[in-house]
């Protein structure tokens, strides 16, 4: 087993090495600011390349929505593209493209996202585009309609016309009791089509004001120049009384869940698992972030060793721990062998879990997690729209644009016995939620390749 | 300051100084982009730069070895990380015997799954440990092969020592062998859920025929035959160094690049194998619609194209522009049309590949099941009109600046950089081939444009391909000859 031996005094040192090297190239500088307008300006400078990134990240995603409107922050970020008052339906896209730019808009429970990443001297483009949005969006029924077509068809694509596309919302509406997070980003169909020109107006109004909103800029910019720009395109643009919080709040789950779904465009089934755990960077996330690296991350993972390559169950088994700000849910996927049994993959997932409670976990395991947030923030910032996404996420979630440098070294903190500890604690029958999806014999001759 | 020389266009954004400094000049604000349809409406008043963006593009040191090696390394010292590539041409799965296609790829991902020294596992837990990677792999139809891998700088010596050993010393355990083909089987079968998929197979097999350009998939009778020893003799005889080029960009210097290759890869000797060659595909037959019935569709996956060309052609640079104007993203007439203006598709688009055998075109786009016809008329429709129209003045500059400009956000990324040198050094192109990229796109003209579209999208070589509800099958006939097949790839009827 000479995995696990080593020298303490020959490896100490080399961890510390490891560790000076790393921060000395990789220490992200910033300036932090807050306009008057309670625009929240963060600025990294690094002139390595000549490119910029724009990150806009405004506070607000799908667990703002209210019963009746899923999928509507998402459906609102397409219409941020569809014109302002200087700005033309279209043009936001077009002028980034044409100036050898990429951008694009993104939605999760948490938070809607725009970037753009431009040649450097083009900042102000991109400083201009996102304040004219942000002070005045063109808000038409005809826009409204052709991007909820555009919607729906997204959702066409990842869900209703892919096996299993159904299967992730299953897991979060069985899991799920309070309405925040129960829904998909995506939101249904019937919601799509009920949002209206109002609803928009009043979803701009609440939440796509300059102090709901972190702006984040990193590349080839100088600080103050930069801020001067900032200034001037954005702090004209008037402050909104803040959004009432949502209530994310979640009852605790006191039996095991179930359900089967039967999927006419799958052919081998599948089993997902998920526990509710507490939000990330609370506490226990860090130990659950290593459990979900010690169980599922990779090849050397207990659930590829075990269940794929030992037993040959599963074709892949993954684990993965929360990103939300609230309530959280630690899942597990696993995708089935052809002819295997669904109860024996069940069982030898439990298995594992058991093990992790009860047995060692080896050195290896923990160096493996500890070097992969490592390695994360090394590659996390060698792009200025990673770095900028990066900074613009921690300040909004956390209120801390310095994890960028020191968040690697919560996940390097934790010891073998916390990841017992929340496994023990957190992956528990009466927390989980098991979704088992099955092929449904579609009738006619596609079943020949089974 | 070298010979200072006037661009033929307004419209460049950007100019690269490095080995052979251009000089630039541009008259006037960047033109608003035309507006091509109602969806999308110039207002012009975004401040838009025209100082021109000096760039200097990093060159990569280059050395050839011994035993036959290319050697390139572009240095990047921003983060302490290095990635690198072991490239092997002539073991990729163009060279797959003719009863065995697949054999290059299995070889190669087999490649990893043991050494004479350390087993699957013990791989797996040295790299994840290190956060490192080491992968090998073989396209189904492609030239080369390849072992690549990542590493924080600190981890790089044992990385590359690893991959150099999967390299040399791989010993396709028949056991893991075993396991690997039941994972795949299993792939095999997921995968026909899928009506990309099921589109990209289709469109494959209708423009290559049984050229190896025509794969997309292993197969099952394949799994079925291939034995240890296959993969023992594929691996000796196409695994050689005689044309292989080793790139590594990142936190390393040529001379510690060299160290590792001379002192890992020692006993990769030089064979006596002559430059791979390869022969083109047929030309497919007539156009014909394909029409793969997928029941419990909710929408038509389109797929429409033909062959391409070599990546060396002369035409290369053109066909990217027309594929630019046409659909190279979301300003692309494609999705301006059928997304923004229709609202039948989340996304519509077209691109291309290009290889030393021809590669394809294709156009794509998903819609839902009642827009499939009118959907597929615009779709049409904006193929022929690139054809029998030139492309409006301020619309292809805009494209062509974009498409300059966006040079300058590889400038980020030392991996993208050194692929672009790989190409160049692959294809044997010019020396001052990434030097000159900002001049030549300049140069096309409306001309050429509308030329590349009658010759790459001529109607007669568009092959149409569809995947959708059984139901709508019958609507294509009014377009052309239809051939039905089921998700199998069976011809229900039609030929």
Same mark, same amino acid.
């Given at each position: 087993?000479?995995?696990?031996?080593?020298?303490?005094?020959?490896?100490?040192?080399?961890?510390?090495?490891?560790?000076?090297?790393?921060?000395?190239?990789?220490?992200?500088?910033?300036?932090?600011?807050?306009?008057?307008?309670?625009?929240?300006?963060?600025?990294?400078?690094?002139?390595?390349?000549?490119?910029?990134?724009?990150?806009?990240?405004?506070?607000?995603?799908?667990?703002?929505?209210?019963?009746?409107?899923?999928?509507?922050?998402?459906?609102?970020?397409?219409?941020?593209?569809?014109?302002?008052?200087?700005?033309?339906?279209?043009?936001?896209?077009?002028?980034?493209?044409?100036?050898?730019?990429?951008?694009?808009?993104?939605?999760?429970?948490?938070?809607?996202?725009?970037?753009?990443?431009?040649?450097?001297?083009?900042?102000?483009?991109?400083?201009?585009?996102?304040?004219?949005?942000?002070?005045?969006?063109?808000?038409?029924?005809?826009?409204?309609?052709?991007?909820?077509?555009?919607?729906?068809?997204?959702?066409?694509?990842?869900?209703?016309?892919?096996?299993?596309?159904?299967?992730?919302?299953?897991?979060?509406?069985?899991?799920?009791?309070?309405?925040?997070?129960?829904?998909?980003?995506?939101?249904?169909?019937?919601?799509?089509?009920?949002?209206?020109?109002?609803?928009?107006?009043?979803?701009?109004?609440?939440?796509?004001?300059?102090?709901?909103?972190?702006?984040?800029?990193?590349?080839?910019?100088?600080?103050?120049?930069?801020?001067?720009?900032?200034?001037?395109?954005?702090?004209?643009?008037?402050?909104?009384?803040?959004?009432?919080?949502?209530?994310?709040?979640?009852?605790?789950?006191?039996?095991?869940?179930?359900?089967?779904?039967?999927?006419?465009?799958?052919?081998?089934?599948?089993?997902?698992?998920?526990?509710?755990?507490?939000?990330?960077?609370?506490?226990?996330?860090?130990?659950?972030?290593?459990?979900?690296?010690?169980?599922?991350?990779?090849?050397?993972?207990?659930?590829?060793?075990?269940?794929?390559?030992?037993?040959?169950?599963?074709?892949?088994?993954?684990?993965?721990?929360?990103?939300?700000?609230?309530?959280?849910?630690?899942?597990?996927?696993?995708?089935?062998?052809?002819?295997?049994?669904?109860?024996?993959?069940?069982?030898?997932?439990?298995?594992?879990?058991?093990?992790?409670?009860?047995?060692?976990?080896?050195?290896?395991?923990?160096?493996?997690?500890?070097?992969?947030?490592?390695?994360?923030?090394?590659?996390?910032?060698?792009?200025?729209?990673?770095?900028?996404?990066?900074?613009?996420?921690?300040?909004?979630?956390?209120?801390?644009?310095?994890?960028?440098?020191?968040?690697?070294?919560?996940?390097?903190?934790?010891?073998?016995?916390?990841?017992?500890?929340?496994?023990?604690?957190?992956?528990?029958?009466?927390?989980?939620?098991?979704?088992?999806?099955?092929?449904?014999?579609?009738?006619?001759?596609?079943?020949?390749?089974? | 300051?070298?010979?200072?020389?006037?661009?033929?266009?307004?419209?460049?954004?950007?100019?690269?100084?490095?080995?052979?400094?251009?000089?630039?000049?541009? !008259?006037?604000?960047?033109?608003?982009?035309?507006?091509?349809?109602?969806?999308?409406?110039?207002?012009?008043?975004?401040?838009?730069?025209?100082?021109?963006?000096?760039?200097?593009?990093?060159?990569?040191?280059?050395?050839?070895?011994?035993?036959?090696?290319?050697?390139?390394?572009?240095?990047?010292?921003?983060?302490? !990380?290095?990635?690198?590539?072991?490239?092997?041409?002539?073991?990729?799965?163009?060279?797959?015997?003719?009863?065995?296609?697949?054999?290059?790829?299995?070889?190669?991902?087999?490649?990893?799954?043991?050494?004479?020294?350390?087993?699957?596992?013990?791989?797996?837990?040295?790299?994840?440990?290190?956060?490192?990677?080491?992968?090998?792999?073989?396209?189904?139809?492609?030239?080369?092969?390849?072992?690549?891998?990542?590493?924080?700088?600190?981890?790089?010596?044992?990385?590359?020592?690893?991959?150099?050993?999967?390299?040399?010393?791989?010993?396709?355990?028949?056991?893991?062998?075993?396991?690997?083909?039941?994972?795949?089987?299993?792939?095999?079968?997921?995968?026909?859920?899928?009506?990309?998929?099921?589109?990209?197979?289709?469109?494959?097999?209708?423009?290559?025929?049984?050229?190896?350009?025509?794969?997309?998939?292993?197969?099952?009778?394949?799994?079925?035959?291939?034995?240890?020893?296959?993969?023992?003799?594929?691996?000796?005889?196409?695994?050689?160094?005689?044309?292989?080029?080793?790139?590594?960009?990142?936190?390393?210097?040529?001379?510690?690049?060299?160290?590792?290759?001379?002192?890992?890869?020692?006993?990769?000797?030089?064979?006596?194998?002559?430059?791979?060659?390869?022969?083109?595909?047929?030309?497919?037959?007539?156009?014909?619609?394909?029409?793969?019935?997928?029941?419990?569709?909710?929408?038509?996956?389109?797929?429409?194209?033909? !062959?391409?060309?070599?990546?060396?052609?002369?035409?290369?640079?053109?066909?990217?522009?027309?594929?630019?104007?046409?659909?190279?993203?979301?300003?692309?007439?494609?999705?301006?049309?059928?997304?923004?203006?229709?609202?039948?598709?989340?996304?519509?688009?077209?691109?291309?590949?290009?290889?030393?055998?021809?590669?394809?075109?294709?156009?794509?786009?998903?819609?839902?099941?009642?827009?499939?016809?009118?959907?597929?008329?615009?779709?049409?429709? !904006?193929?022929?009109?690139?054809?029998?129209?030139?492309?409006?003045?301020?619309?292809?500059?805009?494209?062509?600046?974009?498409?300059?400009?966006?040079?300058?956000?590889?400038?980020?990324?030392?991996?993208?950089?050194?692929?672009?040198?790989?190409?160049?050094?692959?294809?044997?192109?010019?020396?001052?081939?990434?030097?000159?990229?900002?001049?030549?796109?300049?140069?096309?003209?409306?001309?050429?444009?509308?030329?590349?579209?009658?010759?790459?999208?001529?109607?007669?070589?568009?092959?149409?391909?569809?995947?959708?509800?059984?139901?709508?099958?019958?609507?294509?006939?009014?377009?052309?000859?239809?051939?039905?097949?089921?998700?199998?790839?069976?011809?229900?009827?039609?030929?």
């Amino acid at each position: 087993m000479t995995r696990f031996l080593r020298w303490p005094t020959a490896a100490a040192v080399a961890a510390l090495t490891l560790i000076a090297s790393l921060s000395a190239a990789t220490r992200v500088t910033f300036t932090d600011t807050k306009l008057k307008n309670g625009l929240r300006v963060i600025i990294s400078e690094d002139h390595t390349a000549p490119v910029i990134s724009v990150v806009v990240t405004y506070n607000t995603g799908s667990r703002d929505e209210r019963k009746g409107r899923t999928g509507f922050a998402h459906l609102f970020e397409h219409m941020m593209f569809k014109g302002s008052e200087n700005v033309g339906p279209g043009e936001h896209f077009t002028q980034i493209f044409n100036n050898g730019g990429s951008m694009n808009g993104t939605t999760n429970q948490e938070r809607t996202l725009y970037y753009e990443t431009l040649p450097s001297n083009q900042l102000d483009l991109a400083l201009f585009l996102e304040a004219d949005r942000m002070a005045s969006l063109d808000i038409t029924t005809e826009n409204l309609d052709n991007q909820r077509n555009a919607v729906q068809e997204e959702r066409r694509l990842g869900v209703d016309n892919q096996p299993y596309g159904k299967t992730f919302e299953a897991i979060d509406e069985l899991a799920y009791e309070n309405p925040a997070y129960e829904h998909s980003v995506i939101g249904s169909m019937a919601d799509l089509n009920a949002a209206s020109v109002d609803d928009v107006k009043a979803f701009f109004k609440t939440y796509y004001a300059p102090n709901n909103a972190v702006l984040s800029i990193a590349g080839d910019v100088k600080s103050a120049e930069c801020l001067a720009k900032v200034r001037k395109y954005f702090e004209k643009i008037p402050a909104q009384p803040a959004p009432a919080p949502v209530d994310v709040t979640e009852p605790v789950q006191t039996a095991e869940r179930r359900k089967t779904l039967e999927d006419p465009l799958a052919r081998l089934p599948r089993i997902d698992i998920a526990y509710h755990v507490p939000p990330a960077l609370s506490p226990d996330d860090d130990g659950l972030t290593v459990l979900a690296s010690v169980l599922g991350s990779g090849r050397s993972s207990r659930f590829y060793e075990s269940i794929v390559r030992q037993q040959q169950l599963a074709s892949s088994v993954g684990a993965s721990s929360t990103s939300n700000r609230g309530p959280g849910l630690f899942r597990i996927s696993g995708m089935l062998l052809a002819g295997k049994s669904v109860d024996d993959v069940e069982k030898a997932i439990y298995a594992e879990i058991e093990k992790v409670k009860a047995g060692p976990i080896a050195d290896f395991e923990m160096d493996k997690a500890r070097n992969n947030w490592k390695r994360s923030q090394v590659s996390s910032i060698a792009s200025s729209l990673s770095r900028a996404i990066a900074l613009g996420r921690y300040a909004l979630f956390w209120n801390d644009p310095n994890l960028i440098n020191t968040y690697a070294d919560r996940i390097a903190a934790v010891k073998p016995a916390d990841v017992r500890r929340v496994a023990s604690r957190y992956l528990v029958p009466a927390n989980r939620t098991v979704v088992i999806t099955m092929p449904k014999a579609a009738g006619s001759g596609s079943e020949g390749g089974r | 300051m070298v010979a200072k020389r006037v661009i033929p266009t307004a419209a460049v954004a950007i100019v690269v100084a490095g080995g052979a400094i251009v000089s630039a000049s541009r !008259q006037g604000p960047p033109p608003p982009s035309p507006q091509a349809s109602k969806a999308v409406v110039m207002k012009g008043k975004a401040p838009v730069s025209t100082e021109l963006l000096k760039i200097t593009l990093p060159r990569p040191a280059e050395v050839d070895l011994p035993n036959g090696v290319h050697l390139m390394v572009l240095e990047d010292h921003r983060t302490p !990380q290095i990635v690198f590539q072991i490239e092997v041409p002539g073991a990729g799965g163009y060279f797959d015997p003719a009863d065995m296609p697949g054999l290059a790829s299995i070889t190669a991902t087999m490649m990893r799954e043991g050494t004479t020294t350390k087993s699957t596992t013990q791989i797996a837990e040295q790299l994840e440990r290190n956060a490192a990677s080491v992968g090998a792999g073989a396209g189904l139809s492609s030239i080369d092969a390849s072992v690549s891998g990542s590493s924080l700088t600190d981890n790089f010596d044992d990385t590359f020592a690893l991959a150099a050993d999967v390299l040399l010393n791989p010993t396709f355990p028949d056991e893991e062998l075993q396991r690997y083909k039941q994972r795949i089987r299993t792939q095999l079968i997921a995968q026909r859920t899928q009506a990309g998929f099921l589109a990209s197979e289709m469109f494959n097999r209708v423009l290559f025929g049984t050229h190896p350009a025509s794969r997309v998939s292993l197969t099952a009778p394949v799994l079925d035959k291939v034995t240890r020893d296959m993969l023992v003799d594929f691996h000796k005889a196409h695994w050689v160094p005689d044309h292989a080029v080793i790139a590594m960009s990142g936190d390393i210097t040529m001379a510690a690049a060299r160290k590792a290759v001379e002192a890992k890869l020692a006993g990769w000797k030089k064979g006596t194998s002559a430059a791979p060659s390869a022969d083109q595909p047929p030309q497919p037959g007539e156009a014909r619609i394909h029409f793969v019935a997928r029941p419990n569709s909710v929408q038509t996956n389109f797929l429409v194209g033909a !062959q391409s060309l070599v990546r060396t052609s002369p035409d290369y640079d053109v066909l990217s522009v027309m594929n630019e104007v046409l659909g190279g993203g979301p300003t692309g007439r494609l999705f301006t049309i059928l997304r923004e203006e229709k609202g039948y598709t989340y996304g519509a688009y077209s691109g291309f590949s290009a290889f030393k055998v021809r590669g394809n075109w294709s156009a794509n786009t998903q819609v839902r099941n009642d827009v499939t016809e009118a959907a597929f008329k615009d779709l049409m429709a !904006q193929i022929a009109r690139m054809r029998d129209e030139p492309v409006p003045d301020k619309e292809l500059e805009a494209k062509k600046r974009g498409m300059i400009a966006s040079f300058a956000l590889s400038l980020e990324s030392p991996q993208a950089m050194l692929n672009n040198y790989m190409i160049r050094h692959l294809y044997g192109l010019p020396a001052d081939y990434w030097d000159k990229y900002p001049q030549r796109i300049s140069a096309i003209t409306q001309a050429q444009v509308q030329e590349a579209a009658k010759k790459y999208l001529d109607p007669p070589r568009l092959q149409i391909i569809a995947v959708g509800d059984p139901k709508l099958g019958e609507m294509f006939k009014k377009y052309g000859t239809v051939v039905t097949y089921d998700t199998e790839g069976k011809i229900v009827s039609g030929s």
